[in-house]
């Protein structure tokens, strides 16, 4: 990572230390939010597709180091 | 030692699942081979360094293993890891189409993580170069009590049984059984012994760390690895002289591990208790104390900002860290999904969903499934994952075995390479050796390799 990049992020980082305050929304970003969280939800569906009972039961690896 | 010399080593856990109206099954060394088939071409072993330097191998108990090459930057080394991660999903892709010629339909499914259903645990362990100089014991001493504590920015989160509360921070936690060790397979210690340096014995040993969790964040790992490096430095320069030593530092890192608020006090051998938290106050403000007259790099600030950041947090809520830390984040959303789809804690679903958490093959991930809706911090830019697949890092040694690969590769040239020699057979019959992993050039080795 170059130098200004670790900076940038650095700064950005920092000032969201310092901004730490919740958001208070209107209305209508809580509404955005409701239906992100919705997509979101939907996509985490998705990735479980499969028989989860089944599908955590197979997973069984020799040990390792 | 101002600059060092980091590695990775991550052990990846494997699954088959075939497509439910084909139904062959196939076990997991079958698997394994399908995947290291495209780059072990006719050798011997599944065994191989690529072009960017790193390793590429199947370790103890079918597990492919993934080590970075010697990074000398920490950020650097975060690029270098997701690399594997990209690499060993292409390479799954690959595996899946010749595996369907051979009339086996299903998916791999690609785990970062370190335990399987029945509690198999598998590791991802760190190296760092470090000055020979310094009293192992002493050594072993001062990290104990950072390695038991750091957990609670490194650890990767796990669901535990109903009646032990849902929840702990760290997946190896439990795993560890000892002090000290040299076992990697068991009696697993919090400080592992192992000191092959690949480099000048006289001035180097390697620290090789096996207490430690896969990390899919990539602030995690940074985190992880650069405080270790600013403790590691601060030990070579003999400079911490406070005693943390515990009292009980097994029970300490899984007492820490089951305890999700970070407040359990532990206690040291002086009779005082302090909370892993507190425990890492200690260490920033000594580091602190170090950096105001020790030279530093904006690496190092960068790591210095984001620990005491984390630590404010972790002191208030650790909540707050939902886009940072690996057990927060998972906890965050395996509680925001089991209460809106109405499951309880020991339901398949969410067992089924924290596993999800840290597959590689970003499609099938949840955590991929929140970097790529940006609900996550980075450290990295996708393009510098991207050139850390093909190209090695240019300040150490990697970057020529890099280049020497990528060369006898596509002259179909037989080699043999390690961490620190590389050898031309047939015709050639020459053996390089390099004892410097901080000189990026071999160079005998380039004029003759540039030969070819």
Known sequence: MSTEKQQEHLKRHVDETEDMQPDVGTGEMDEEFVEDLDTLLDEIDEILEEDSQEFVENYIQRGGQ | ?452
């Open chain 2, 1 to 452: 030692m101002k600059r060092r010399i980091y590695g990775l080593e991550t052990e990846f856990g494997i699954i088959w699942t075939p497509d439910v109206a084909h139904r062959k099954t196939l076990t997991v060394q079958n698997v394994v081979m399908y995947l290291f088939r495209e780059i072990v071409a006719g050798r011997m072993y599944p065994d191989v360094f690529l072009e960017n330097g790193a390793r590429f191998y199947q370790d103890i108990g079918c597990h492919p293993e993934y080590a970075t090459p010697e990074c000398d930057d920490v950020a650097e080394l975060v690029a270098h890891d997701k690399a594997g991660e990209r690499i060993i999903t292409r390479l799954a892709s690959t595996a899946e189409r010749r595996m369907r010629n051979d009339g086996f339909y299903g998916k791999i499914s690609i785990f970062k993580n370190n335990l399987d259903t029945p509690g198999n645990t598998y590791g991802c362990h760190e190296n760092y170069l470090m000055e020979r100089h310094v009293d192992f014991r002493q050594l072993a001493s001062q990290l104990i009590p950072f390695f038991v504590t750091r957990q609670v920015f490194a650890g990767a989160g796990k669901i535990k049984p109903s009646h032990r509360g849902y929840y702990a921070i760290s997946q190896r936690a439990e795993h560890i059984r000892e002090e000290i060790s040299i076992g990697t397979t068991t009696a697993r210690g919090i400080i592992n012994t192992r000191d092959e340096p690949h480099a000048d014995r006289e001035k180097y040993r390697r620290l090789h760390v096996i207490v430690g969790d896969s990390n899919m964040s990539e602030f995690s790992t940074f985190l992880k690895v650069g405080t270790t490096g600013i403790i590691l430095r601060m030990i070579e320069d003999n400079f911490i002289q406070q005693r943390f030593a515990l009292r009980n530092p097994v029970k300490a890192i899984r007492d820490i591990s089951d305890d999700v608020t970070c407040k359990h006090p532990i206690e040291l051998q002086n009779g005082k208790r302090l909370s892993a938290v507190e425990l890492q106050w200690q260490y920033l403000e000594c580091a602190k104390r170090y950096l105001e007259q020790a030279e530093s790099d904006p690496t190092t600030t960068q790591i210095m900002a984001r620990w005491e950041y984390v630590l404010t947090c972790l002191e208030s809520d650790p909540m707050q860290l939902d886009r940072e830390l690996d057990w927060v984040i998972k906890w965050k959303w395996l509680q925001t999904y089991l209460s809106k789809r109405g499951f309880e804690w020991d339901a398949p679903q969410v067992k089924h969903l924290d596993l999800k958490y840290h597959n590689v093959r970003q499609e099938e991930s949840l955590y991929y499934t929140l970097e790529n809706r940006s609900e996550v911090e980075r450290i990295v830019k996708n393009e510098q994952i991207r050139h850390a697949e093909h190209f090695p890092p240019e300040r150490t040694r990697a970057k020529f075995r890099g280049k020497f690969i990528k060369k006898v590769n596509e002259g179909k040239i037989l080699c043999g390479v390690n961490w620190s020699y590389i050898q031309l057979y047939e015709p050639y019959q020459i053996l390089y050796l390099s004892t410097d992993p901080f000189k990026p050039e071999f160079d005998e080795a380039s004029r003759t390799i540039y030969s070819i």
